[in-house]
């Protein structure tokens, strides 16, 4: 297989455009090309009037060396793709099927490995399954009511399945597994687009269905689902599990674990550190949610209001303040929504969605700041549970449960916004106006101002005095994270922390591929049930 990297071609364009573009750069003719298959699309806006589409692509022909020699481009080479392949099983026998706890993309793709390789995994989930966990969502945006145990953070798919659903990492895996997170992804019922564009995502409206659909793959294959099932404890013996509690009073026999639990689960990661395992306070980010027209955003990214081909154009900022503290935007949900994401009473915490199709006035992103265990100054493993707790409080009471907004102005000037400018918020939940400066900090308030400044400069419009802030968004990634070796075992023997919340992963597709790295290290050790 040949592959074509900087494929360029102007948006939009043809098939058959590509076609003939792929065979002048091999130099050969287009019907030359046996087949080819899209491996990477990007988009190409320095120059806004020329708007190009950037490819990678593979190349079937004929006598692939021989056209090789007639070509002298560095961006045209030979390439066999990796596949995806898992070790032969283990020798150590299993006297009991493995457990995840969780049921996000961390516990369902270890559970989707283990199912698929004869190990018939029980996954318990705290919260519910995806389409009545839908129902208690948006019962509680619209009368306020929480159910702490099925909400945006807990149940079927994990607090990604209530998110944009971007399906990018940075992490980067030479054994393919990125590529099968994609690939389960396509056949539990996602577009096929997402196995190439530079920055694919889902929306919420298909995760619902597509983690039930793995879901089912998993229990055809074996696989057990318990719902409203929460861990909250477990027992060892000479340093090796035994036995894990379920919901208070149940007790289930237990040779292996995978802490899969999201970064939210506060309750389990107090119950897991009273049980002796071992883990450490780790650095986060905190900061507010920023809404802009998208129209807005797209002019100064595309040089147009809209492009029917491109969509709804995104963005991802960062700027390094001169006191050394770093403020970026996280989680951009262009034409999306600020959902109130909490999941415990009397607490508040933000964050974004979006639907597939992105077709909401705004755009809305994360603009947060990165807090160190040197900002709670606190040595215990949960003071970052602390801190994040202490904002959500401090929201809750400013907003009396409901999210508080302000406008950029009056945040600069530090005083509660009395009326709306020219953004209508677009907010899945109710909201009021406050002054947001008075929950965090100094030190982040200033850098969060100071850093909305500065991505005037890269975005026109971004500080603009009426662009909409809401708070707080607390929850971006886990404050704590849970020790595993080399095994990817904890201090107990049997134990597997994995995924975003023991700290191991940032998104949905990192927390994935570390389900499966997890699912690999049980599948090496152990002999599988069949």
Partial sequence: MIEIRQLKLPVPHTEQELIKKAAKLLKISPDQILSYTIRKQSVDARKKEQLQYVYTIDVKVKKEHKILQKVDNKNITLTKRTRYEVSPCGTLPLRSRPVIAGSGPAGLYCGYLLAKHGYCPLILERGEEAGRRLEKVTAFWNTGELDAQSNVQFGEGGAGTFSDGKLNTLVK???????????????AGAPSEILYLQKPHLGTDLLITIVQNIRRMIEDMGGEFRFSSQLTGFSAEDGCLAGIEVNHGEWIPAEVLVLAVGHSARDTFSMLYEHGLQMNAKSFAVGVRIEHPQTMINKALYGTEYNPYLGPASYKLTHQLSAGRGVYSFCMCPGGYV????????????????????????????????????????????????????????????????????LFQDFRDSRTSRCLGDIDPQIKGAWTFGNLRDIYPDCISSSLEAGILAFERKIPGFSRPDALLSGVESRTSSPVRIDRNEEFMSNFRGIYPCGEGAGYAGGITSAAMDGLKVGEAIIKKFRNLE
Avoid: C
């Fill in 339 to 406: 959902v109130n994401a909490s999941s415990e009473e009397n607490h508040l915490a933000v964050n974004g969605m979006s639907y597939h199709a992105r077709d909401g006035r705004n755009a809305n992103s994360a603009m947060i700041v990165t807090v160190t265990p040197e900002d709670y100054r606190d040595s215990h493993p949960l003071a970052g549970v602390a801190f994040q707790r202490s904002l959500e409080s401090a929201a809750y009471t400013m907003g009396q449960g409901k999210i508080p907004v302000q």
């Fill in 173 to 187: 895996d030479p054994l393919g597994r990125n590529q099968k997170v994609l690939e389960l992804f396509v056949e």
